[in-house]
């Protein structure tokens, strides 16, 4: 009877209320697994976002892409795929070259692609300026996101 009782008294005491940051992270859970809506529009939009946004943090500490111990890193904070894409580079896809040959002509600025149907790819040329006033092509900064990534980043 003694146990009863004790027992009794231990669960009327535990009334399962939660703490503000339990419920906190519980509706943030819970955001991360609603549907949403969101058009092609909005994702390349925010690919642009998130690929300029790691460009210009690339671009402070590592104009050339040389050091590949910061690449990394910044790759698995962000959970993104950072790499130098070049010319004469082996095993670039279709798309890659034909952005290449865009940029070896001075053309274009940052690019989003679509890189099959679940990952995107964001680039942006890296120029080098000559004391006649012209430039030249030297690599673009390439990103890959997978469209999940993008779209759980839309609010």
């Known amino acids: 009877m003694?146990?009863?009782?004790?027992?009794s008294v231990f669960l009327s005491s535990c009334t399962g209320?939660?703490?503000?940051?339990?419920?906190?992270k519980m509706k943030e859970n819970m955001a991360l697994n609603e549907l949403r809506k969101v058009t092609e529009a909005e994702i390349t939009d925010a690919t642009?976002?998130?690929g300029?946004?790691?460009?210009?943090?690339?671009?402070?500490?590592?104009?050339?892409?040389?050091n590949t111990l910061f690449l990394d890193s910044l790759a698995v904070a962000e959970s993104v795929e950072i790499f130098p894409l070049q010319e004469n580079q082996t095993g670039l896809r279709e798309i890659e070259k034909q952005l290449l040959e865009a940029y070896s002509g001075n053309m274009g600025s940052d690019n989003v692609q679509k890189m099959g149907p679940d990952s995107l790819l964001y680039t942006k040329p890296v120029f080098r300026e000559h004391p006649d006033g012209s430039t030249e092509f030297l690599k673009a900064i390439a990103i890959r996101f997978t469209r999940k990534q993008v779209v759980l980043s839309i609010k």
């Open 52 to 66: 300029r946004k790691l460009a210009v943090t690339i671009e402070k500490k590592d104009r050339l892409l040389s």
């Open 2 to 7: 003694r146990y009863f009782i004790l027992i």
């Open 48 to 50: 642009f976002k998130w």
């Open 17 to 24: 209320s939660l703490t503000d940051e339990q419920r906190k």
